[in-house]
């Protein structure tokens, strides 16, 4: 997946002379603030593989905040091609699974963190600073868990909508932005023989962002 998005950063800024004519470069960070959703599954197996219990939560909330690098290129006063890269991860809060360790006492601590969220997207705005954005993203999932193995890391697919305004202040611009996602299910297990095998579904996100950009 990281190959596909670097050939497709390569051809929007490729100074080829079969590429687009590009009118300028734009840059920018943000400052993102989001709530994130996503049904949960748990499956607990025996050392036979046999399916012993299923926890399921449904709707699973929580917020976090994070920041954003972009960078743009111009096709003409209108249009611009970017893609954008979040630094920081999205940590979800901890669940405990109470008393689900080998012994029947132990308690059960796992936790994810989405981390090098790379979004390639469109952008069109109009001549009043009010743009709509459409966006494929990419991220990484990182499962740790306490008292339950080492979990197999993954990624995830998504697409992004997005829409903003931008004021000009001269030397820079900033935006006011509002997004919605959608990511692909991801699974992941603890690689032993009485395993756990989590299950991410139905992954959806609100946010919100202020941005300082700089045109070139």
């Known amino acids: 997946m990281k190959k596909i998005i670097a050939t497709i950063v390569a051809l929007v800024f490729s100074t080829s002379a079969y590429a687009v ?3 300028d470069i734009t ?3 943000s400052l ?3 709530v994130y959703a996503a049904d949960g599954k748990e499956e607990n197996y025996t050392h036979t593989g046999t399916l012993e219990k299923t926890t399921k ?3 699973k909330a929580f917020v976090d905040s994070y920041a954003t690098i972009f960078v743009e290129a111009a096709l003409n006063e209108n249009m611009s091609i970017g893609i954008s890269y979040a630094p920081d991860s999205v940590d979800t809060p ?3 699974n109470s008393g689900e360790g080998g012994d029947g006492q132990t308690d059960i ?5 989405f981390e090098e969220l790379t979004t390639v997207y469109v952008l069109a705005k109009s001549d009043i600073g009010v743009y709509a954005k459409l966006g494929y993203s990419q991220m ?3 499962i740790t868990s306490s008292n ?3 979990y197999k890391d993954t990624d995830t697919d998504g697409v992004e909508y997005a829409i903003g305004y931008e004021h000009d202040m001269g030397e820079f611009g900033v935006r006011a932005e509002v997004a919605y996602h959608t990511f692909d299910d991801v699974k992941a297990d603890n690689g032993i023989t009485d395993k756990n095998e989590i299950t991410v579904s139905s992954m959806e996100g609100a946010t919100a962002r202020i941005s300082l950009v700089k045109s070139f």
Do not use: P
């Open 32 to 34: 993102n603030h989001g």
């Open 57 to 59: 939560v449904t709707k």
């Open 27 to 29: 840059v920018g960070a």
């Open 21 to 23: 004519t590009i009118s």
């Open 148 to 150: 339950a193995g080492t």
């Open 94 to 96: 901890q669940n405990i």
């Open 140 to 142: 990484d999932v990182n």
């Open 109 to 113: 601590k796992v936790e994810a963190a």
